[in-house]
């Protein structure tokens, strides 16, 4: 009696169907269909995935690497057969043996880099997390590749050194027009002196004969003698003229 009760309750928990080879298969419970379309959609989203062992790790030391990987990764705890699923609706290949054990897996949609760093620290002071390899780029990763990867330096810092570089390009390149700023206007600075004396050189003789010219003219001296040269030759023209009569 209690061995046919149990069955009975197995098949109203799980009732089954049969497939076109004539297998019976259990139909998948709700709850279940969730989880997998939930862990499909994360494959999909995520830049990388790291796939994990948390035996032993305690709950307080699992809310610490959530919290050292961020907010941008999603630390979740499966069930191998199930992420397996889920990991082939996604498309992406995941090899037999990274699902053994108790997994979790690290959904990384910020900067891979950064996560695999923060991995890689946390397991260096937390031995029971063992990495045990990752998607990255569509492509399956070793452990060994997750630590070079968490060796490169991240996106920020990319970032920072090329800000530097080109800050040093632009105060190089103002330096550069400084100089020559200075340069020319040395330059036009000899040039000017030179330029001003010869114009003076040239225009002090034309001044000069105009200031001569004005001052003849406006002389009263050199009017007069002006002025008496036709009266003496009248005065000479009378007297000839007396001598004849």
């Keep these: 009696m209690l061995i046919r009760g149990a069955y009975a309750l197995r098949i109203f928990l799980f009732p089954t169907v049969t497939n076109e080879t004539g ?5 998948a ?14 494959f999909r989203t995520a830049n990388a995935t790291v796939l994990t062992e948390y035996r032993g790790l305690s709950v307080t030391s699992m809310k610490e690497l959530r919290r050292a990987l961020g907010s941008t990764t999603k630390y979740s705890v499966v069930k191998n057969t199930l992420t397996k699923i889920a990991a082939k609706d996604a498309g992406v290949e995941i090899a037999d043996d990274l699902l053994v054990g108790p997994s979790a897996v690290a959904f990384i949609k910020g900067d891979p ?10 397991a260096k002071e937390n031995p029971f ?20 990867l968490a060796n490169l330096e991240s996106r920020e810092v990319l970032l920072a050194k090329l800000a530097g570089a080109m800050k040093g390009s632009l105060a190089k390149a103002a330096r550069i027009f400084d100089a020559l ?6 330059e036009q600075g000899v040039s000017e ?10 225009s002090a003789p034309a001044a000069t004969a105009d200031s001569v010219v004005v001052t003849e003219e406006a002389t009263p001296e050199v009017v007069a003698e002006v002025a008496e040269v036709p009266a003496a030759e009248a005065t000479e023209a009378s007297t000839e003229t007396e001598e004849k009569e």
């Design 23 to 27: 297998k019976v298969n259990r139909m």
């Design 29 to 42: 419970r709700p709850d279940k269909t969730s989880a997998v379309a939930e862990l499909a959609e994360d």
């Design 113 to 122: 880099i950064d996560a695999a760093k923060s991995l890689r620290d946390f």
């Design 129 to 148: 997390l063992v990495i045990k390899g990752g998607i990255y780029e569509g492509k399956s990763v070793t452990p060994a590749e997750i630590m070079q």
């Design 181 to 186: 700023r200075i340069k020319l206007e040395a």
């Design 193 to 202: 002196p030179a330029a001003n004396n010869a114009v003076a050189e040239v």
